[in-house]
């Protein structure tokens, strides 16, 4: 198939929906032009009876590199604030609105590129056939970029942030990124009010 990169992820979906199959048809996604620049697809984790699930953005550079969600700088502030919440490791599934990191290259270092709306549609049957499987009893919702792959683009992570909100037959929890954590001018009030949504999360199950 010629792929000119507009197309969705819905043409390489399995016959069978389970984490394993799902794993292994997403490896050879072409549903948007991401997969063109990234060393490979990095699927969501965790297990299939997780109660929570929790979407963050995109892959990083150390993600792209190890095949694996939130492994960075970004995912050591999530698993502090899981820990420090009470949410069992092993009762998380995580995963990213959009599975290909993008990059633009700053000398040696590559820089993360945001998904633009398409490609958040593109990549969102991945994620719908996640939800579908884990069929998770909360979902926590990392940033502006999950919000509009799962809640909509009105939806403000701003203004809504810590409200548990229907979502299918789960309640869905938003809270700040955990990058835009490590970004704040103000660290340790920003980590301060992720913790809290994440314990709204936890009580929520
Ligand atoms: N940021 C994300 O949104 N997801 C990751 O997996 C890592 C960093
Ligand atoms: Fe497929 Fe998503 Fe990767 Fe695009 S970003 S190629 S839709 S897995």
Same mark, same amino acid.
């Given at each position: 198939?010629?792929?000119?990169?507009?197309?969705?992820?819905?043409?390489?979906?399995?016959?069978?929906?389970?984490?394993?199959?799902?794993?292994?048809?997403?490896? /050879?996604?072409?549903?948007?032009?991401?997969?063109?620049?990234? %060393?490979?697809?990095?699927?969501?984790?965790?297990?299939?009876? =997780?109660?929570?699930?929790?979407?963050?953005?995109?892959?990083?550079?150390?993600?792209?590199?190890?095949? /694996?969600?939130?492994?960075?700088? =970004?995912?050591?502030?999530?698993?502090?604030?899981?820990?420090?919440?009470?949410?069992?490791?092993?009762?998380?599934?995580?995963?990213?609105?959009?599975?290909?990191?993008?990059? %633009?290259?700053?000398?040696?270092?590559?820089?993360?590129?945001?998904?633009?709306?398409?490609?958040?549609?593109?990549?969102?049957?991945?994620?719908?056939?996640?939800?579908?499987?884990?069929?998770?009893?909360?979902?926590?919702?990392?940033?502006?970029?999950?919000?509009?792959?799962?809640?909509?683009? =009105?939806?403000?992570?701003?203004?809504?942030?810590?409200?548990?909100?229907?979502?299918?037959?789960?309640?869905?929890?938003?809270?700040?990124?955990?990058?835009?954590?490590?970004?704040?001018?103000?660290?340790?009030? =920003?980590?301060?009010?992720?913790?809290?949504?994440?314990?709204?999360?936890?009580?929520?199950?």
């Amino acid at each position: 198939m010629v792929n000119d990169g507009n197309n969705s992820a819905a043409d390489f979906l399995p016959g069978t929906l389970d984490l394993e199959s799902l794993r292994s048809a997403a490896a /050879h996604c072409e549903g948007c032009g991401r997969y063109r620049n990234a %060393t490979q697809t990095v699927f969501g984790e965790g297990s299939p009876q =997780a109660t929570f699930m929790l979407v963050g953005e995109v892959p990083g550079d150390q993600e792209d590199r190890q095949g /694996h969600p939130f492994v960075g700088p =970004a995912g050591r502030v999530l698993d502090k604030g899981l820990a420090e919440a009470g949410i069992p490791r092993d009762d998380v599934y995580v995963t990213n609105a959009v599975k290909h990191f993008s990059f %633009t290259l700053r000398g040696k270092r590559r820089i993360h590129q945001k998904p633009t709306a398409a490609e958040i549609t593109a990549c969102h049957p991945w994620l719908d056939a996640e939800l579908e499987v884990v069929d998770p009893r909360v979902i926590v919702v990392l940033g502006a970029t999950a919000a509009r792959a799962l809640l909509g683009p =009105a939806f403000r992570v701003t203004r809504s942030r810590g409200e548990p909100v229907p979502l299918g037959d789960a309640l869905a929890v938003a809270t700040i990124h955990p990058s835009a954590v490590l970004r704040a001018p103000d660290r340790d009030a =920003a980590y301060a009010g992720f913790l809290a949504d994440l314990q709204v999360a936890a009580r929520a199950a």
